[in-house]
């Protein structure tokens, strides 16, 4: 009961209903979907989930990296290498590629904020570990080098265990990766961590001088979000079935992973997905729009454009505009 | 013997080079030292003035030391209207917010280049490209050599403006305290606007210098961000003397690299040194005061 409660408590009845009719809608979503629309909807709850993910240390506890890329490669290289060199398949390789990323952030972590780097400082780090692995693992023979990782594309196979299959599988299990970190992130937002969270990302010193545990709970946040996106990492290295440093590490992975949440609105649990969405959408319309001229870079231009004028038109995010026009605002925040 | 020779030269070289690298990094340290505005499109302005060199040099053969002027100007007028009319608003935001919307006006420019001149190399070749010069045994590339004498120039020009020029002193006590130069009346504003006209009109100016060393394509953009960032780091964001000096110890350490590892590896050393450097010395090895 208390878990309901602490789940949905302060959501007001309309807000339930849109909710439960969103879930429904995702759920039965393959069962309509064509091909190319299954695709866009497997992108979107990629970035909805990332985005939930970078937002525990952006949104919540106000530590900005930019080099989230570090902890999705590590991941998906991991247990794709696993997989390709051992046969070990993704569901043992998750669990050794999101010990890997979250001991990745807590170096990253402890480093920074023992030396207590706050904002641009702390960004650039995480920037430079990210760099950093991307070159080391150009030059990783288990890893294939700069030439990638591939693993086997093998057709009309649906194989749960090993996760190899067509779009559906993948569908679902990002579907259920989503769903999973939004149920966390509220339950975390709603605990004394998440207060404790709140407390460090409005003011750290004044948050120290009550007694919060700052660096821990800092340690806390970037550890689950490294676990989180390495989570992600692992399943868009199966996916997709190849990697290289080159994408996998680089500085725009890292800043696709930001967008969402920041456009959407930081801080907020439905930021992430809202911002997926705009993000996903504008890309594939961009993409339609600019096919037939083919010309390299128009899209990009577009993609710039929307940016520049949601930045300036919505600096705190689309969601919290959204929602007031839902009526879904939640009572007493 | 041929060893220490072929170090000489690569120490030499990374020098060279790494002047150029010191005024892109001095755009970005002017810019963040006076406004806390942390530029994230600066490789990509780098990389604006890099094609407008080389164009002029493709259409009129006119060379980037010679255009570079009329770059500079020009990157000035249009760091002047950027930040009075786009940036202006955002002095006082939120970090994450500056950062999209520097990280919009990146990706736009970067696209505008890729659209306008494809995703080749372009490089500016002339005859000159093969002189040289011969110190004892050591030979240098005339055209490191120009390149690092115009970048010891302009900022030498530079440390002019801010020291002896009624602008320049205006914009380093709008740095120091914002606050009390609005009080006495300065135009906080404007000065703004002309510091992020002057970090334009130095990136731009570093722009036509290295199009004489390096070929340019739109992908350099993001690495030179990075460059940026890793220089004014490790010499000491703000300062200028410390932008200047990283960018010759970036330089060197990248030709050095280079010649005793695997050139793929030397950006490596970069990232190596920049870690080292925030957690040591986060003020930078050469900043007097600590980064905050």
Not at chain 1, 128 to 149: K, M, V, Y
Not at chain 1, 222 to 232: E, P, Q, V
Not at chain 2, 139 to 149: F, K, P
Not at chain 2, 162 to 179: E, L, P, Q, V, W
């Amino acid at each position: 009961m208390s878990i309901v409660r602490l789940l949905i408590g302060g959501a007001t009845p309309r807000a339930l209903a849109l909710l439960a009719a969103l879930l429904a809608f995702l759920v039965a979503a393959p069962a309509f979907l064509g091909p190319y629309a299954l695709s866009v909807a497997i992108l979107i709850l990629y970035f909805a989930f990332v985005g939930q993910a970078w937002n525990i240390m952006m949104g919540f506890a106000g530590q900005l990296s930019l080099g989230h890329a570090l902890y999705a490669g590590l991941g998906g290289y991991i247990a794709a290498g696993l997989f390709f060199h051992y046969g070990i398949g993704p569901w043992v390789g998750a669990f050794v590629a999101v010990a890997v990323a979250v001991l990745a952030g807590c170096i990253v972590g402890y480093l920074g904020f023992r030396f207590s780097l706050a904002g641009v400082y702390f960004a650039l780090l995480t920037i430079a570990f990210s760099e950093f692995t991307r070159i080391a693992f150009d030059h990783w023979t288990w890893a294939g080098g700069s030439g990638g990782l591939f693993l086997k594309v093998q057709g009309g196979v649906t194989d749960i265990l090993n996760l190899r299959g067509g779009a559906t599988l993948f569908y679902y299990a990002i579907l259920i990766l989503a769903v999973g970190a939004f149920v966390l992130c509220r339950l975390l937002l709603e605990s004394r961590l998440g207060r404790y969270w709140l407390a460090i990302r409005e003011d750290a010193e004044a948050a120290q001088a009550v007694g919060v545990p700052v660096f821990r709970c800092k340690m806390i946040a970037i550890a689950i979000s490294a676990a989180l996106t390495a989570l992600a990492g692992v399943w868009n290295a199966f996916y997709y079935n190849n990697l290289f440093p080159e994408t996998a590490f680089a500085m725009g992975r890292s800043i696709e992973i930001t967008l969402a949440p920041i456009i959407g609105g930081l801080g907020t649990l439905f930021g992430p997905i809202v911002g997926a969405v705009v993000l996903t959408g504008m890309g594939e319309l961009f993409t339609d729009l600019t096919e037939h001229l083919k010309i390299s870079g128009l899209k990009q231009i577009f993609y710039g454009l929307a940016l520049l004028v949601i930045v300036i038109w919505r600096p705190a995010g689309v969601w919290p505009w959204l929602a007031k026009r839902l009526g879904v605002e939640e009572r007493g925040r | 013997m041929d060893f220490a020779l072929a170090f000489a030269q690569a120490i030499t070289k990374g020098l060279l080079t790494g002047m150029v690298y010191g005024l892109m990094a001095l755009g970005l340290s002017v810019i963040f030292g006076v406004m806390r505005v942390v530029n994230f499109a600066h490789g990509e302005i780098m990389v604006v003035g890099m094609y407008l060199a080389w164009l002029g040099f493709e259409l009129a053969g006119v060379s980037p030391l010679v255009s570079l002027p009329a770059i500079a100007l020009l990157f000035f007028a249009a760091g002047y209207a950027l930040q009075a009319g786009l940036i202006t608003p955002f002095i006082n935001r939120p970090e994450h917010q500056q950062f999209l919307l520097l990280l919009a006006i990146a990706i736009l420019l970067v696209n505008v280049c890729l659209v306008l001149a494809g995703p080749d190399a372009r490089g500016v070749q002339s005859e000159a490209m093969f002189d040289s010069y011969a110190i004892g045994p050591l030979v240098l590339d005339a055209v490191r050599v120009h390149a690092a004498l115009a970048a010891i120039a302009i900022a030498g020009l530079l440390w002019a403006f801010f020291t002896r020029t009624r602008t320049g002193k205006s914009i380093r006590a709008a740095a120091d305290n914002h606050m009390s130069a609005l009080v006495v009346g300065l135009d906080v504003r404007r000065l703004y606007a002309f510091t992020f006209g002057v970090g334009s009109a130095c990136v731009g100016a570093a722009g036509a210098l290295m199009i004489t060393i390096v070929p340019v394509n739109p992908f350099l953009a993001a690495e030179y961000t990075l460059l940026a960032f890793v220089i004014v780091i490790v010499g000491g964001l703000g300062s200028m003397t410390g932008a200047l000096l990283g960018g010759l110890l970036i330089g060197v350490s990248e030709a050095v690299a280079g010649l005793l590892l695997q050139p793929s590896l030397k950006s490596m050393f970069s990232f190596g040194l920049l870690i080292l450097v925030l957690l040591l010395r986060p003020q930078g090895l050469f900043g007097g005061k600590a980064g905050t």
